[in-house]
């Protein structure tokens, strides 16, 4: 399978790309130990040491029974002392299903050497369940954040993947080789959007939320060919709010940051069911909804 960063490369439909099934298990790691304690994106400027740690519990532990209040299976794992970002753990792997149903993730190799140590207890954690643990050839040594970076398209065998700052385009093609799935690469140009997951929240097979602003006008091209409906976030609640780091996780309901007004909006319009939350402790650190989970099979 190759890798696509150009709307002239890319001409297969969506229903000619193998269906996959939606993840069905949620991940999330407690914040016992989160902080912010160092500088490695923007939103961390002027932040160390102004994390409420009560305030932060209440947030996360709100998230966790809004979940499971919807019939969402939560597994909980605890952090570790000295990786206060450990709560964002949609960045330590990528999980992925084989048409078999064999099951696994690939580890991340973090960007940040502050955050490197994290993925070693989620390798641990899915060897123990008995999932399929694979790391990136050799070879490559480039940088790759698991689901900050790469989505999976919802309901198909379709990987979206974006680079620039915490991932670099080198690694998809190992991807696509691995997992035997194309690659749509989106480069990301504003260091406020370091993760696609910032500024990309696939909803549906046909829709997605997005902030324009973060993408290369190619990348943007390549959006709007595949996806026959493109919700755009506003300005100050996607760079403020953190509006696009939203989850669905069903086709159906959206998890957001509580006063993305427009936002919501623009998604009750096209049909979702907004499920407002507080994640304001952890946008100091750089992250809201979609980071603090780890959507898997």
């Known amino acids: 399978m190759n890798v696509f960063t150009h709307i002239s ?6 229903p000619e790309i193998p269906s996959m099934p939606l993840a069905d298990r949620l991940l999330m790691v407690n914040p016992a130990f989160f902080d912010v304690a160092y500088v490695i994106n923007p939103h961390m400027e002027g932040q160390i040491g102004k994390v409420n740690r009560q305030k932060a519990n209440n947030e996360w532990q709100k998230l966790v029974d809004l979940y499971r209040s919807l019939g969402l299976s939560v597994e909980v794992i605890n952090g570790e002392q000295g990786l206060p970002d450990m709560v964002f753990c949609a960045n330590q792997t990528l999980p992925f299903i084989r048409p078999n149903g064999e099951k696994g ?7 940040a050497p502050e955050r490197k140590p994290e993925v070693a207890f989620f390798k641990a954690y899915f060897a123990r369940k008995g999932y399929q643990v694979r790391t990136l050839p050799s070879d490559n ?4 954040e698991g689901m900050g970076d790469a989505l999976w ?3 198909r065998r379709l990987l979206w993947g974006g680079y620039g700052f915490r ?18 690469a989106l480069e990301l140009c ?4 370091y993760h696609l997951d910032t500024c990309m929240c696939i909803l549906d097979e046909s829709c997605v939320l997005v902030y324009p602003g973060a993408f290369q006008p190619q990348g943007l091209a390549l959006i709007r060919k595949v996806f026959s ?4 976030a506003p300005e100050d609640e996607a760079r ?18 509580n006063g993305c007004s427009e936002t919501a909006m623009r998604l009750q319009l096209a049909g979702f069911m907004v499920i407002s939350c507080e994640t304001g402790e952890f946008i100091k650190a750089g992250g809201s909804v979609f980071c603090m989970k780890l959507h898997h099979w």
């Open 9 to 14: 490369e890319w001409n297969l439909p969506l």
């Open 105 to 111: 993730v690939f580890c991340a190799q973090m960007h």
């Open 141 to 144: 040594d480039s940088d790759f």
């Open 153 to 155: 398209h919802s309901g």
């Open 167 to 184: 991932t670099g385009l080198e690694v998809y093609k190992g991807l696509a080789q691995a997992l035997d799935v194309p690659v749509l």
């Open 190 to 193: 504003d260091p406020e959007f």
């Open 229 to 232: 409906r493109v919700i755009e």
């Open 240 to 257: 403020r709010l953190f509006a696009v780091n939203a989850f669905c996780p069903n086709q159906k309901h959206v998890f957001i940051q």
